[in-house]
């Protein structure tokens, strides 16, 4: 019983996780709060892959929701036994957490990608990547950041932003391996096989 409160508990953990990935990755469309650098192209390439609003977003929810599903006791009855029905809903419960570990880990990814090559903005030498090539290097260096003259602050817009993002895919990474770590020690270690009866002495 514990085990599945803690479960659930972490499923629930998701949601925020995921709804808060949504509205970074679409602040990340409004350097400093216009939509004109969204709709004129001139965004880092990493923002189009949709990562905060459609993988460690939307995907997470459906994620969690499947698996507060699964945690709900009733569900316990489509097998003829409860402990099969409780193995089965076990294995449906690591397949959705492995499922969310791979979105939230691709949201991940392209976001210390992002994070890396830098934003795109216009310098001296015109609309460019001007940290593409420092492997990453400005980010311990503010001086350089003066390179991007709009739009304004794109720089600290862009680190802070992706760097939550990073933040909240991680989370969702350490929840789901959590979750698949429990579950499979319940189906592996046989906890729901064992049936404890008072004995009679």
């Known amino acids: 019983m514990g085990s ?17 990935s949504i509205i970074v990755n679409i602040l990340l469309y409004l350097p400093n709060g216009q939509v004109s650098y969204a709709a004129s192209n001139k965004l880092t390439n990493y923002v189009w892959y949709f990562e905060g609003i459609c993988f460690s977003g939307v995907m997470m929810l459906i994620v969690a929701a499947v698996l507060l ?17 409780k193995k089965y809903m076990a294995m ?16 991940l990814v392209i976001s210390a990608l992002a994070l890396l090559q830098g934003p795109y903005c216009r310098t001296l030498r015109g609309w460019e990547y001007a940290f593409e090539d420092t492997a990453g290097r400005f980010l311990t260096d503010s001086s350089l950041w003066t390179q991007c003259l709009e739009p304004a602050r794109v720089v600290e817009w862009n ?24 579950q499979l020690s319940k189906i592996l270690c046989g ?10 002495i």
């Open 159 to 182: 680190v802070i932003l992706f760097s939550v993002l990073i933040a909240l895919s991680g989370l969702q990474v350490i929840v789901c391996l959590v979750r698949v770590a429990m």
């Open 92 to 107: 449906l419960s690591v397949l959705f957490s492995a499922l969310g570990t791979a979105f939230s880990g691709y949201c």
């Open 69 to 85: 599903v699964l945690d709900n006791d009733s569900n316990y009855k489509c097998c003829q036994s409860e402990n099969c029905g």
């Open 4 to 20: 599945r409160k803690c479960g659930g508990c972490l499923s629930c953990l998701l949601i925020p996780l995921a709804l808060w």
């Open 191 to 200: 906890t729901y096989s064992v049936i404890i009866q008072p004995g009679i």
